[in-house]
């Protein structure tokens, strides 16, 4: 279901998304009538049964949802309403959190947020940890702009309890987003004496936010718009297999591509997010197109035709480029970098349908989080297969 690119809906789905609009006015309307018995509960002033009750109220609006209470920073008590590592939610969860209350004494939250040590350490302790104190992490950048971890200790302890140390301390001490959007591998290792780089958790935060920085000042310092000459194009192919209809591009077997990082990375299945590959503000998109049926003859000739129009189009306003196109078994793709979607949407939707692309055409997102989100080309194009 869509939530953050919803045009030219068609009954169906408007009727399924004002049915989880009315879950969520109800989750709240309970909320707000339970905000004193809350505030017992926390001070030990009364007992009752709050997962039974999250579970009746918040996981009627999606079972995915994942809650988490604590203190505010602003004072109070805060909540945390995650999907988790079903990011393709997270439209939703915003959508959840903007029509939230203003509650005295309340915050809302949509990642679980970075703790001090203390409070850190207290969360390993919570799910059966050994110390945090006694682990030191070490990070390295890897080829997809994350950044990979290490977590190592010089005593052996079960290897279970390793990794609820390492991971449990890691998302604690960085918080939700930052492991999401920029956290690569996570290894928990046994080690005969810590590398000089290693870090104890108390400045992993810091160090983190240190290196990202260092990732972000490699990236271009300007737009990908019209600089063609500055693109090292490659050349990637896959294998996929044969099936009645194919989601997202898992029908793909050849992409060209001017930042083959990009490709790689959607390709590999690792978790895309536009920030680590711009950062200029583009966000990474393509847009999808059905080839089972040819081409009119007034139309695009080929892949190579709808490029150039699509980046004579998006260029001519400053809205964005092309930077790769590919073919598949059934679809074939055009990359884009987007300035502005929401401006670039009725040139691309202009460009495609003068050239006479099919009924089935559409764009996408390559963010994870916005996996679930898709915009027709025309505002008669079915529902893609997702």
């Known amino acids: 279901m869509r939530w953050k690119f919803v045009i030219d809906e068609s009954p169906v789905e408007s009727a399924e998304r004002d049915a989880v609009k009315q879950r969520i006015a109800e989750w709240w309307s309970a909320f707000v009538k339970r905000t004193d018995d809350l505030d017992a509960l926390f001070s030990n002033k009364a007992e009752w049964d709050l997962p039974a009750w999250m579970h009746k109220h918040l996981n009627a609006v999606s079972p995915e949802l994942m809650w988490e209470f604590g203190p505010g920073i602003f004072g109070g008590n805060r909540l ?200 200029c503000g583009e966000m990474f998109a393509f847009v999808k197109i059905d080839g089972a049926e040819a081409l009119p003859d007034w139309g695009f000739e080929n892949r190579e035709s709808i490029e150039n129009a699509l980046r004579a189009g998006l260029e001519s306003v400053g809205l964005g480029t092309v930077i790769g196109g590919g073919n598949g078994l059934r679809y074939c793709y055009v990359d884009l970098a987007l300035v502005d979607v929401m401006r670039a949407v009725p040139i691309i939707r202009e460009v495609l349908a003068r050239g006479g692309v099919s009924t089935r055409s559409w764009l996408f997102f390559s963010d994870a989080d916005l996996s679930s989100e898709w915009i027709g080309i025309y505002s008669d194009s079915p529902s893609p297969p997702l």
């Open 80 to 279: 945390v309403i995650t999907p988790e590592s079903n990011r393709n939610l997270r439209p939703m969860v915003e959508a959840i959190l903007a029509s939230a209350p203003k509650i005295a004494g309340w915050e809302f939250y949509g990642h679980r947020l970075p703790e001090d040590f203390g409070q850190a350490s207290r969360n390993v302790d919570a799910r059966g940890g050994h110390s945090l104190a006694a682990m030191r992490f070490q990070l390295i950048p890897d080829r997809f702009n994350r950044v990979d971890v290490r977590c190592l200790v010089t005593t052996h302890y079960p290897e279970e309890n390793m990794k609820a140390t390492g991971y449990v301390g890691l998302e604690s001490l960085l918080g939700e987003e930052l492991v999401d959007r920029w956290i690569g591998g996570i290894e928990c290792e046994l080690v005969p004496k810590f590398p000089t780089d290693a870090v104890p958790g108390i400045e992993l935060l810091d160090t983190t936010r240190r290196m990202i920085a260092r990732l972000v000042d490699k990236l271009r310092a300007k737009r990908w718009a019209g600089s063609p000459e500055e693109f090292k194009w490659a050349v990637l192919s896959m294998e996929p297999e044969a099936a009645e209809d194919y989601p997202r591009r898992t029908d793909q077997f050849t992409q060209i591509s001017a930042y083959p990082n990009i490709h790689e990375c959607l390709f590999n299945g690792i978790p895309f997010d536009s920030v680590r590959f711009s950062r």
